[in-house]
């Protein structure tokens, strides 16, 4: 705006004035400052490592500070391959991190226990905790992360802070499991290759 | 050991000395095979080690073969070197699956023999007589399903995919955290007499009362434990380091391993041979091009494959670049743990310029799957050499900048010299390897006493440590990363011309555009890619020395397209197993430096 003569102050507008909705300054700093609890087992561990050094520079996206404890996290990014020994860990620290929280399941480990369709690995993270993005790849290069990460970011900015279902925490039931026991048989299931290249000679 | 065709002169030895407990031997690949009476075992490994003409000081690795059909079906497997000699040899127990699955523990004769043994039992239901810790160590201890190595095991497991999950969300984390597991007391006599004194200077800290007079109180023998991991930035991966403290000083330290076991060598019984070269970029990520190279010539070797000019050199190129690529991100990721931030960003920045090399090649960053069997999966694009020279000639002047920042900063010396020592005689009888044996004055590296590829024709050095601390690991892998600058130079110096692939129509894909429009071709295609290649039975243990150390490959085939076992010899997990040798007695904070001077990966540790 500009003023059009002195003492005229009706186009004014105070800068200590912003009328918005909640919903969109709450989802605005929420999305803009995402604290990452790098949750890094395996090979995406080193992806997200090189997504955090000089070249792709995580700290563009206001994930600067990576929180090495679950307490001060927003967003578990699960990079790497989750064997049933370590199912339990991930659940606690899911379980540790306050609401609002977000995960992002990186890399085809992760997200559907990728080419380990064996005795030793869950068949994705999604049976144990929720996840918001998956991004695939074998490991994603630093860019397929960023891009799961603005995802991520355009989905925190369609959230309202008026809807308790968004924040229900999803608790063990009493199957010992998180979802029914069919879901996770379901979810395990092979496929594409994997039905294949498991045969004995 | 390549090529040699007469049997070592141990097996005539043993079978004057040991009669009837020595079985059958034979001469496979270069290497004997000799099969020992299992009541017998201890008594000839023993003086295996202790005759002054045998000498086999260094236990390369404790495995167990499970074959499909044969009457003893069950064998363990030790792979034994001499040093001194250079010499190798292959001792194995044949054992009956009704029989008692049970030999004798060689801990008391190597101790690196201790995590081996328990791996073997974990894998495949083998005791060991005399083991001092006989537990499950990939698997969690409650695990019930069984030993998931035997054939009888089956690749999913033996439960429903929702009774997996629910079996291991139902585990006690807090498990093996007590005092009763860490009881010091019971360890101490068996602790070595340099750490006695060690921990006895460490716990006297003379303290002031309240009189003003120094005095030396009684310490209560109150310990604190602490549980680090597995999810934890200085751990470098999912370890787990149960500690007791007394104090700062780390009485003792019990790694909890197996947080990351994924089952690569049940996977591998169930692939072709070209199949688990992608299983193999995922062990040890750091350094993928070695560990597709490593398992390439064992499954060369076992085929009787010769591989091009070219592709040796080309592939003298990549293991180079993958120790480099690893050595850097040990060198950052080591100084963040002891606090050091710039030489992270600056190692990353050269880890870039090499993943664009990388890229080029193969069009992946980091799980290159570079090699096929008898050759590789693509030649180098036009320039790249080009490329490669400058980026070799530009990263010793980083790693002169990351030295003058590090070897003159007060706080890296004193964080790193005398801290974590192991002697030259322990790093070997601990089976420690690579730039870890190497930093405790053991000139041993694969390339020099048993060359692969071309090695034997370049000119580098092997850097050997002083003192075997911390410093001596970080200076050794520095060289390490300056005479492999050499060796690449050297090879783009030398590059043939020709192609890359054998000629050899047995394993090598006729070329696609034949494929698509000649009938023979195609079919040829599809055999091999549907039916596998078939590779004549026998057995290959193939060294190559990786940039955390030897990674083996033991390779058993029964003449079929798929291994009856693939076998890693994984480096680091023999070097991780040596951590409370070399950290108790130690500060806490000096745990942080030992345990990331190791260089562990966990992909490889608990594959």
């Known amino acids: ?201 | 050991m390549s090529g040699a065709t007469t049997p070592n002169p141990s097996v005539a030895t043993l079978r004057e000395r040991f009669g009837a407990s020595i079985g059958r031997s034979a001469v496979v690949h270069g290497t004997t095979i000799v099969v020992v009476a299992r009541e017998r075992s201890h008594d000839v490994l023993a003086w295996l080690r202790d005759a002054p003409d045998e000498r086999y000081d260094y236990l390369a690795d404790v495995t167990a073969v499970e074959y499909r059909d044969r009457e003893r079906p069950l064998e363990v497997v030790y792979q034994l070197r001499s040093i001194p000699r250079n010499a190798f040899l292959r001792v194995k127990i044949e054992l009956d699956a009704s029989g008692p699955l049970e030999v004798d523990s060689v801990v008391d004769l190597w101790q690196g023999a201790n995590w081996l043994e328990r791996e073997v039992w974990d894998m495949f239901g083998i005791r060991f007589a005399g083991h001092p810790d006989l537990r499950r160590i990939l698997m969690w201890e409650t695990y019930d399903e069984g030993h998931p190595l035997r054939k009888n095991f089956p690749l999913r497991g033996r439960f429903s995919r929702a009774e997996q999950v629910r079996r291991a969300l139902g585990a006690d984390l807090a498990a093996h955290y007590s005092m009763d597991e860490l009881s010091i007391a019971d360890a101490y006599a068996a602790l070595p007499a340099d750490m006695h004194g060690r921990l006895k200077d460490a716990v006297r800290v003379p303290l002031v009362s309240a009189d003003h007079t120094a005095q030396e109180p009684e310490l209560g023998s109150d310990h604190m434990l602490i549980n680090i991991g597995p999810q934890h930035p200085a751990t470098h991966g999912v370890l787990r380091l149960v500690v007791e403290l007394d104090g700062e000083v780390v009485m003792r330290v019990i790694p909890h391993i197996g947080y990351l076991h994924s089952g690569f060598e049940k996977l591998g019984e169930y692939r072709h041979y070209n199949q688990i070269i992608p299983l193999t970029d995922r062990t040890d990520y750091l350094s993928a091009p070695a560990n597709n190279i490593g398992f390439a010539l064992a499954a060369e070797r076992l085929m009787g494959i010769e591989i091009t000019p070219r592709c040796t050199v080309l592939r003298v190129i990549a293991c180079e670049l993958s120790r480099i690529i690893s050595h850097l991100v040990w060198a950052g990721t080591t100084a963040i743990d002891i606090g050091a931030f710039t030489v992270f960003l600056w190692m990353f920045q050269e880890r870039e310029r090499a993943y664009n090399l990388l890229e080029a090649w193969t069009g992946a960053r980091m799980t290159t799957s570079l090699t096929r069997v008898g050759g590789l999966m693509a030649d180098v694009p036009d320039g790249w050499t080009e490329r490669l020279r400058e980026w070799a000639r530009h990263l010793p002047r980083t790693l002169d900048e990351v030295d003058r920042m590090l070897l003159r900063n007060g706080i890296w010396l004193g964080r790193t010299q005398d801290v974590g020592v192991m002697s030259a005689a322990e790093a070997a009888n601990w089976s420690l390897t690579g730039p870890m044996l190497r930093a405790s004055g053991v000139a041993f590296d694969v390339r020099k006493d048993q060359p692969y590829l071309d090695y034997d024709s370049y000119d580098f050095e092997v850097p050997v440590g002083e003192r075997g601390d911390v410093y001596d690991r970080y200076l050794v892998r520095m060289e390490e990363m300056r005479q492999s600058v050499r060796i690449i130079l050297q090879a783009v110096e030398r590059l043939p011309d020709g192609p890359i692939n054998a000629d050899d129509p047995r394993v090598i894909l006729p070329p696609k555009r034949n494929a698509m429009s000649d009938m023979e071709s195609m079919i040829h295609h599809f055999k091999q890619v549907m039916e596998g290649v078939p590779a004549p039975a026998g057995e290959v243990y193939f060294p190559v020395e990786n940039p955390k150390g030897e990674l083996g490959t033991y390779l058993v085939s029964d003449g079929t397209a798929k291994p009856v076992r693939w076998r890693i010899r994984p480096p680091s997990f023999l070097n991780l197993a040596a951590l409370p040798r070399m950290a108790e007695g130690h500060l806490l904070s000096d745990l942080i430096a030992i345990n990331a001077s190791v260089d562990i990966v966990m992909g490889e540790i608990d594959r």
């Not at chain 1, 995406?44 to 995580?58: G, V, W, Y």
């Open chain 1, 1 to 201: 705006m500009e003023l059009t003569a002195a003492g005229d102050r009706s186009g004014f507008v105070s800068p200590n004035w912003v009328t918005t909705r909640l919903d969109d300054l709450v989802n605005w700093s929420r999305a803009n400052s995402l604290w990452p609890m790098a949750f890094g087992t395996a090979c995406c561990a080193i992806e997200f490592m090189a997504t955090a050094a000089s070249r792709f520079d995580l700290a563009r996206f206001g994930m600067e500070r990576v929180a090495y404890s679950p307490r001060q996290a927003d967003v578990l990014i699960c990079a790497g391959r989750l064997p049933f020994k370590l199912a339990p860990v991930i659940r606690r620290i899911w379980d540790q991190m306050p609401q609002p929280k977000w995960c992002i399941s990186m890399g085809a480990c992760a997200s559907t226990g990728g080419i380990f369709d064996n005795y030793a690995m869950v068949q994705g993270i999604d049976t144990i905790v929720p996840v918001d993005v998956y991004v695939p790849g074998c490991p994603p290069r630093p860019e397929g992360l960023l891009y799961g990460i603005m995802l991520l970011q355009k989905k925190i900015k369609g959230e309202s802070v008026f809807d308790p279902t968004l924040r229900v925490e999803q608790l063990v039931d009493q199957n010992g499991l998180f979802l029914e026991p069919a879901a996770v048989d379901e979810l395990s299931e092979p496929f594409g290759n994997s039905v294949h290249q498991t045969r004995s000679a």
